[in-house]
């Protein structure tokens, strides 16, 4: 993967950029430790020579203003440790991290406070909610701090709310609130001040798998009105997979792979990553755009003969009305039995129970489609005008494709 693919687009658009970052945890960190890690050396061997653990090891990726970044990884791999040297929390050993042009490790005393107040939220695992303060007051409070006027804060607190859907329990305390609930209110705590930047660890890693589902909903559907860059932790790649604009996979305190959930699942870097993928449903992650050919519709007023020349084996090709939306379809079963009854005529060798979706469909949502053995419409969501052909074997054949890069994968460590 370039440099460019790696740490997004055009360095305008960047919000958070980290730059060959260390960050190694004992007494001396600057020393030989460093060295060592510098050098190449892996995770166990570093703490084995020198007593220091490294937390991260020339960490390098930039976050898009307006997107949802997540950083994947098993316990220990480095992922939370990232998240704390964008806000400071942990001093880093070596590198950069920069914060919408400012360098946030040289910050410090209140101009690190006010940074951190004006331009991030952070959501934690586990609430983090005053008890004894009422849903109200627990998402103002950040505000309050600011000293912001009640009137003012309690104005803000409600729209954050309203945004998580629990402005009716304004009033209850978190007591009286389910887990997934309190979770939406330490969300609109982060919401509340308006930041620009929301920093979310294993948010939602304490609540039920069902839970958890409707929060990654909730997440996406407030990211569509609010359009925040949001920094996502998480262990679980499923998560990381299905909220995720861009996710990067981290093992021992390195970065492994970046990319979207697309590349990531279709195109795994490592053998790591395979294993991380070959579990996963790809029909879930992988959308109709990245398997659809051109549709190379057929002219209504050709005939049937030649029409059949253009399917060569697909499934079949469409036909078009002045607008260039697909109206018939011609399949190779049904022109071969027009033709067999003496007819030259493609209208009669047409039909018009075909399926349609939009490009970004994913493929477990035309798995029924898919097994009527038809080819799929593909249209443009604003004017319906065919843009693709989805031949059902082609979902099979992108399925076979990861599987074999999988097993390709798994080959290479056991030779």
């Keep these: 993967m370039s440099d460019d693919a790696a740490n997004g687009s055009a360095a305008s658009d960047e919000i958070i950029r980290l730059n060959e970052v260390y960050k190694i945890f004992g007494p001396q960190p600057r020393g030989r430790p460093f060295e060592l890690a510098r050098s190449g050396v892996p995770k166990n061997e570093v703490q084995r020579l020198s007593g220091h653990v490294v937390g991260l090891s020339n960490v390098s990726f930039s976050i898009n203003r307006g997107e949802i970044f997540v950083v994947m ?9 990232a998240i704390r040297t964008v806000n400071k929390l942990h001093d880093i050993t070596y590198g950069e991290v920069l914060v919408d042009g400012v360098d946030v490790q040289k910050l410090d005393g209140t101009d690190l406070q006010a940074f951190r107040r004006e331009k991030m939220g952070m959501v934690f695992q586990h609430f983090a909610l005053f008890p004894h303060r009422n849903v109200l007051d627990n998402v103002g409070y950040g505000l309050k701090v600011q000293k912001v006027d009640r009137s003012n804060r309690n104005e803000a607190a409600m729209r954050a709310l309203s945004l998580v859907g629990l402005a009716a329990f304004a009033e209850h305390r978190p007591a009286q609130l389910s887990g997934g609930m309190q979770q939406r209110v330490g969300l609109a705590r982060a919401l509340a001040s308006d930041p620009d930047i929301l920093l979310m660890d294993e948010a939602f890693s304490a609540l039920d798998p069902l839970i958890r589902r409707q929060m990654q909903d909730e997440l996406m559907e407030i990211q569509d009105k609010v359009h925040k860059t949001i920094l996502f932790i998480t262990h679980d790649l499923n998560e990381a997979l299905r909220i995720g604009d861009r996710v990067c996979i981290m093992k021992d305190g390195a970065v492994v792979q970046i990319g979207t959930p697309e590349e990531i699942l279709t195109e795994p870097a490592t053998g790591y990553v395979a294993e991380f993928v ?52 011609l399949t190779a079963a049904d022109g071969l039995r027009a033709r067999s009854m003496g007819s030259n005529d493609l209208a009669k060798a047409l039909r018009s129970d075909f399926d349609q979706c939009n490009p970004d469909a994913t493929l477990n949502e035309l798995y029924a489609s898919a097994g009527r053995g038809l080819s799929i419409a593909v249209v443009d969501d604003d004017d319906g005008k065919l843009i693709g052909n989805l031949d059902p074997r082609l979902i099979m054949e992108e399925m076979g494709r990861v599987e074999q890069l999988i097993e390709g994968f798994e080959r290479e460590v056991f030779m």
């Design 278 to 329: 070959q579990d996963v449903d790809q029909g879930r992650v992988i959308k109709v755009v990245e398997v659809m050919s051109e549709p190379r519709p057929i002219p209504s007023d050709m005939s049937l003969s030649d029409a059949l020349t253009l399917l060569d084996d697909i499934a079949g090709r469409f036909c078009c009305d002045a607008s260039g939306r697909p109206v018939a379809l």
């Design 73 to 81: 990884g098993l316990s220990g791999s480095g992922k939370s440790t």
